[in-house]
């Protein structure tokens, strides 16, 4: 069973700076392709990054590049995101995500909170 639990959300300023990490478990973590995505209050979700199995082959939605980096270390089952200069825009719960693009539900997990405001 697909377990993914999100981490490191909070409250922040316009600006600042915070890193979500994911624990991923009850799946061939090393083998699969990882993403975030995120949905902002009365939008639907939106992709965020994702990162490719074997050679970590990154990719970003336009609205973060330079701003967010996504990594994983296979060796602590692990998926982290560390968001810089954050706007209030990016306020949104932050989910992990099995797989690439928009995924069902269960590949996702309980998400964490992230707002930015001053």
């Known amino acids: 069973q697909v377990q993914l639990v999100e981490s490191g959300g909070g409250l922040v300023q316009p600006g600042g700076s915070l890193t979500l990490s994911c624990a991923a478990s009850?799946?061939?973590?090393?083998?699969?392709?990882m993403s975030w995505v995120r949905q902002a209050p009365g939008k639907e979700l939106e992709w965020v990054s994702t990162?490719?199995?074997?050679?970590?082959?990154?990719n970003y939605a336009n609205f973060v590049k330079g701003r967010f980096t996504i990594s994983r270390d296979d060796a602590k089952n692990t998926l982290t995101l560390e968001m810089r200069k954050l706007e209030p825009e990016d306020t949104a719960v932050y989910y992990c995500?099995?797989?690439?693009?928009?995924?069902?539900?269960?590949?996702r997990g309980q998400g964490t909170q992230v707002t930015v405001s001053s």
């Open positions: 995500q099995r797989g690439a693009g928009i995924g069902e539900p269960g590949s």
């Open positions: 009850g799946f061939g973590f090393r083998t699969s392709t």
């Open positions: 990162i490719s199995f074997v050679r970590g082959i990154k």
